[in-house]
C-alpha cells in the first residue's frame, strides 16, 4: 500500500511568489496534519483535519497561509505571497484514528527555498 | 522551558555500541512517539507507546509515566542508525502532538 504521497519534493521561489503544496494521506486515514519543520528543530503543526474540518488550525499564518481537504482524502497547503522566512520543510502527516492516539505515517516532505 | 526536552541534542557513537537517548516532558499523555528522520527524508514512526516497554528488532523504547521520562535504546548499533531521532507527546483527544527537537545520532564505522 501507497504510503503518504507529497508533491513537490522540492520547491525554488522568488520572495512575494505564491506556492501549493499536494499530500495524499493512506487511504481510509481520516486524519491529516500540516506540519512545518524549520533546520534542526523538531516540527510544529499547522493544521490538522478529521475528515473535511479543519479541527485545529491556530498555529496557521492566515494572512498568507490557507489549506483545504474539500472530499476529506487529499489536502492542499499554500502560501502567498510567500517570504523568506517560509523556507523550510513542509511535512504531511496521517492517522486513522483522531486525537492525536493513532500511529502517525508522514510523508517525505516538501523542501521550500524562497530567494 | 519546552514542554518536552529530549538529551543529548547530538550524539557520536562507533558502530557495535549501544546507544540511549532520553526523552522528558512536563505535561500529561496519552501516548508517547518516538520518530527517526534521515537526512533528506521523510520521518517514520518507530514506536508509539503508553506505559512500559517495546521493542522492535535492534530498538527498544521504555516509558515510565510517573517520572514522565521516556528512553530509547539501540543495540549493536550501526552506521545505518545514523538519522535524528525526535520524540514526541500526545495530550489527549483535544491536543495535538508536541515535538522534541530531536536527537541526531552518528553512528561511526
Known amino acids: 500500500e501507497a504510503g503518504v504521497v507529497q508533491s513537490p519534493r522540492y520547491k525554488i521561489i522568488e520572495k512575494k511568489q505564491p506556492v501549493a503544496f499536494w499530500c495524499n494521506p493512506i487511504?481510509?486515514?481520516?486524519?491529516l496534519y500540516w506540519y512545518l519543520q524549520n533546520l534542526g528543530q523538531g516540527p510544529e503543526l499547522l493544521i490538522r483535519?478529521?475528515?473535511?474540518?479543519?479541527?485545529?488550525d491556530s498555529q496557521l499564518p492566515k494572512d498568507r497561509f490557507s489549506a483545504e481537504r474539500l472530499k476529506g482524502v487529499d489536502s492542499t497547503l499554500k502560501i502567498q505571497p510567500a517570504e523568506l522566512g517560509d523556507s523550510a520543510v513542509y511535512l504531511c502527516a496521517s492517522s486513522s484514528q483522531g486525537g492525536d492516539t493513532g500511529e502517525l505515517f508522514f510523508g517525505e516532505g516538501s523542501r521550500l527555498t524562497v530567494l | 522551558k519546552n514542554e518536552v526536552e529530549q538529551s543529548p541534542q547530538n550524539l557520536t557513537a562507533q558502530e557495535g555500541e549501544f546507544i540511549t537517548i532520553n526523552c522528558s516532558y512536563s505535561v500529561g499523555i496519552s501516548a508517547l512517539h518516538w520518530l527517526q528522520q534521515h537526512p533528506g527524508g521523510g520521518i517514520v514512526s518507530l514506536f508509539m507507546?503508553?506505559?512500559g516497554k517495546k521493542k522492535h528488532g535492534r530498538l527498544i523504547a521504555t516509558i515510565n509515566i510517573q517520572e514522565k521520562h521516556s528512553s530509547l535504546h539501540i543495540t549493536a548499533s550501526h552506521p545505518r542508525d545514523s538519522a535524528v531521532y525526535i520524540c514526541?507527546?500526545?495530550?489527549?483527544?483535544?491536543?495535538?502532538?508536541?515535538f522534541g527537537k530531536g536527537t541526531k545520532l552518528s553512528v561511526k564505522p
Open positions: 507507546l503508553s506505559s
Open positions: 483535519y478529521e475528515n473535511e474540518e479543519a479541527v485545529d
Open positions: 487511504s481510509g486515514h481520516n486524519t
Open positions: 514526541a507527546v500526545s495530550k489527549g483527544s483535544q491536543g495535538n502532538l508536541i
